[in-house]
C-alpha cells in the first residue's frame, strides 16, 4: 500500500478520533455507574427540560445501539439510546439535556441549527462524489484520467471536501450552543448537583471533541487537494 499525503492525513485523524471515542465511552461508562441524587431518568431529564421550556410538540423515544441519541428535526423526536433513556445518572442527564438542546434551537430557530439542515444535501452528495471518484480511480485510473482532465477532477474533490469541511464546521457551533443551553438548564432547574455538573460537563466536552477532529480533518483534506490543484496551475 501507497500512504500518500491524502491517506497519511486521513490515518492520522482517523486515530485522533478514535482515541477521542474511546475517551470519551471511559467517561460514560465512569460516570454511568455513578446515580444520580435526584434518581431521574434519561427519559424524565428530557421530558422535564422539554415541558420547562414550553415545548409540548417534541416526542422522548428510546433507540437502539450507542451514542446513538439525536435530534431529529424532521418528525420533532429526541432519540436517546437505550443506557441514556433508563440511565439515572450525570451522563444520561448530559446526553439527553444535549439532544434537548436542539429540540430548543429547532423552536427558536437557531440560524446555524437551520444552515446545517439545508446544507445536510450537499453533504451526502458530497460523500456519493467522492464514493465514486474514488472507486473510478481503484477500478480504472488511468481510463478516467484518460477521459476527464485530472484538473477537473481535482477542482470536483476540492469542492466536495470543502463542502464537507463547511458542513462540519457549521455543525460546531450548533454542538456547543446545545451542550450551553443543556449545562445551564441542569444548573439553574437544580437537577443536578455540583460534583453531577462537573461530570456532565466533562462528559459534553469529550462529544463537543469529536466534531472538532472532524472539522479539522476535513478541513486539512481539502486544504491538501487544493494545495495540489494551485501547484498545478502554477507549473
Given amino acids: 500500500m501507497i500512504f500518500t499525503p491524502a491517506i497519511v492525513i486521513s490515518i492520522v485523524f ?5 482515541i477521542v471515542s474511546a475517551t470519551l465511552r471511559s467517561r460514560l461508562q465512569q460516570y454511568s455507574r455513578i446515580p444520580s441524587a435526584h434518581n431521574l431518568t434519561g427519559r424524565e ?8 421550556n414550553g415545548i409540548t410538540d417534541v416526542k422522548v423515544i428510546s433507540v437502539k ?8 428535526p424532521m418528525n420533532k423526536t429526541v432519540n436517546l439510546s437505550h443506557d441514556i433513556y433508563n440511565g439515572a445518572n450525570a451522563a444520561a442527564s448530559a446526553i439527553a439535556a444535549h439532544e434537548c438542546g ?3 434551537q429547532h423552536a427558536k430557530a437557531y440560524k446555524p441549527l437551520n444552515l ?6 450537499i453533504q451526502n452528495a458530497s460523500g456519493m462524489i467522492l464514493n465514486v471518484i474514488m472507486a473510478l480511480t481503484v477500478f480504472g485510473g488511468a481510463f478516467t484520467y484518460s477521459v476527464f482532465p485530472i484538473d477537473a477532477v481535482l477542482l470536483i474533490i476540492c469542492g466536495a471536501y470543502g463542502a464537507m469541511a463547511l458542513f462540519s464546521f457549521v455543525t460546531l457551533p450548533v454542538e456547543f450552543d446545545a451542550s ?3 449545562l445551564n438548564w441542569l444548573e439553574s432547574s437544580g437537577i443536578s448537583t455540583r460534583e453531577e455538573l462537573v461530570r456532565s460537563k466533562n462528559a459534553l466536552k469529550w462529544a463537543a471533541m469529536t466534531y472538532v477532529v472532524a472539522a479539522l480533518g ?3 483534506t481539502v486544504l491538501y487537494y487544493v494545495s495540489i490543484l494551485l501547484g498545478r496551475r502554477s507549473d
Fill in 14 to 18: 482517523m486515530l485522533i478520533g478514535m
Fill in 45 to 52: 431529564i428530557a421530558e422535564l427540560m422539554l415541558k420547562e
Fill in 116 to 121: 446545517r439542515t439545508k446544507l445536510v444535501p
Fill in 65 to 72: 445501539g450507542q451514542l446513538t441519541d439525536h435530534y431529529n
Fill in 218 to 220: 476535513a478541513l486539512t
Fill in 102 to 104: 436542539h429540540a430548543l
Fill in 180 to 182: 450551553k443551553r443543556a
